[in-house]
T-cell receptor
Framework: AQTVTQSQPEMSVQEAETVTLSCTYD???????LFWYKQPPSRQMILVIR??????QNATENRFSVNFQKAAKSFSLKISDSQLGDTAMYFC???????????????FGQGTILTVHP | DTGVSQDPRHKITKRGQNVTFRCDPI?????LYWYRQTLGQGPEFLTY????????KSRLLSDRFSAERPKGSFSTLEIQRTEQGDSAMYLC?????????????FGQGTRLTVV
């Protein structure tokens, strides 16, 4: 079974600053995907960024980037130039790759509440 | 709106009553998932369909819970004889055919309160 751990229950950052959210995971799989999802208050969960485990290059989406350390099983999210609209709960999630059962099922961490202050 | 749609958004029910939730996935998404999320926690997997076949059920899904996806389109999640511990947000998600690299697309959820 896979586990995902987010050790920071809450984080805060000033607008325009940079913040890093931590995530570690445990798996015996070699083929998998990692995701960061954002869940604003009372709104639906949306995908922020994804990383394929077989890719060494860290994924980047505009102000969002990840630091993927496969050997350490670490997958942190960096948000640059933080904006008020980034205030949300952020979840790290693991998904097994194709070819087996449970394929497509996400295992989530406990979440980190991020507050961006003006 | 072509996103995942869930109905109702909120449901308040008395303990012991049955409730049913509906999820309409994104068109052409063959996989559909149900998750449960309690306050301040990450979503927990409940069950998963590929087309009309229910391929996996979590141990969290007791005998009081049943899910269906007739014809591989919309899905329903029914909870019989509700208990206060069933109070949670029930999330539906769907994903397209393929490797799964795109992740899942979530609906806005149905918040259930059992009183």
């Amino acid at each position: 079974a896979q586990t995902v751990t987010q050790s920071q229950p809450e984080m805060s950052v000033q607008e325009a600053e940079t913040v890093t959210l931590s995530c570690t995971y445990d798996t015996s799989e070699n083929n998998y995907y990692l995701f960061w999802y954002k869940q604003p208050p009372s709104r639906q969960m949306i995908l922020v960024i994804r990383q394929e485990a077989y890719k060494q290059q860290n994924a980047t989406e505009n102000r969002f980037s990840v630091n993927f350390q496969k050997a350490a099983k670490s997958f942190s999210l960096k948000i640059s130039d933080s904006q008020l609209g980034d205030t949300a709960m952020y979840f790290c999630a693991f998904m097994k790759g194709a070819g087996g059962t449970s394929y497509g099922k996400l295992t989530f961490g406990q979440g980190t509440i991020l507050t961006v202050h003006p | 709106d072509t996103g995942v749609s869930q109905d109702p958004r909120h449901k308040i029910t008395k303990r012991g009553q049955n409730v049913t939730f509906r999820c309409d996935p994104i068109s052409e998404h063959n996989r559909l998932y149900w998750y449960r999320q309690t306050l301040g926690q990450g979503p927990e997997f409940l069950t998963y369909f590929q087309n009309e076949a229910q391929l996996e059920k979590s141990r969290l899904l007791s005998d009081r819970f049943s899910a269906e996806r007739p014809k591989g389109s919309f899905s329903t999640l029914e909870i019989q004889r509700t208990e206060q511990g069933d109070s949670a947000m029930y999330l539906c998600a769907s994903s397209p055919p393929g490797t799964g690299a795109l992740g899942a697309f979530f609906g806005q959820g149905t918040r259930l309160t059992v009183v």
